[in-house]
Nanobody, 126 residues
Framework: QVQLVESGGGLVQAGGSLRLSCAAS????????VGWFRQAPQNEREFVAV????????YYADSVKDRFTISRDSTKNTVWLQMNSLKPEDTAVYYC???????????????????WGQGTQVTVSS
């Protein structure tokens, strides 16, 4: 019902910035909470940020709070993740996901999302 495509990943130096995008086809993002997750080699998929469908409020993992910002584009069916002050430990494959839940307890858990993008690699050098 929804297809997601991430883009914007790449290689940056520590302290730099990247902006990831998640473009959707199918139903509008307004019908879904949209989250960002990341997964580093040999690590579990980790919650990063979410824009909740009910009010668009944002919730962030402590590890990225005050550095990352999730937003919904006002004219496009796109969700962005602005990443500033990047650290080497931010290196991972980043995935966007869409789900019907609006409860934070669900939204921090990847198995509560219905649709996933293919991922985009973010590498932060020292």
């Amino acid at each position: 019902q929804v297809q997601l495509v991430e883009s914007g990943g790449g290689l940056v130096q520590a302290g730099g910035s990247l902006r990831l995008s998640c473009a959707a086809s199918g139903r509008t993002f307004s019908s879904y909470s949209v989250g960002w997750f990341r997964q580093a080699p040999q690590n579990e998929r980790e919650f990063v940020a979410v824009s909740r469908k009910t009010d668009g409020s944002a919730y962030y993992a402590d590890s990225v709070k005050d550095r990352f910002t999730i937003s919904r584009d006002s004219t496009k069916n796109t969700v962005w993740l602005q990443m500033n002050s990047l650290k080497p430990e931010d290196t991972a494959v980043y995935y966007c996901a869409a789900g019907s839940s609006s409860w934070y307890e669900n939204l921090v858990r990847p198995w509560n999302y219905d649709y996933w993008g293919q991922g985009t690699q973010v590498t932060v050098s020292s």
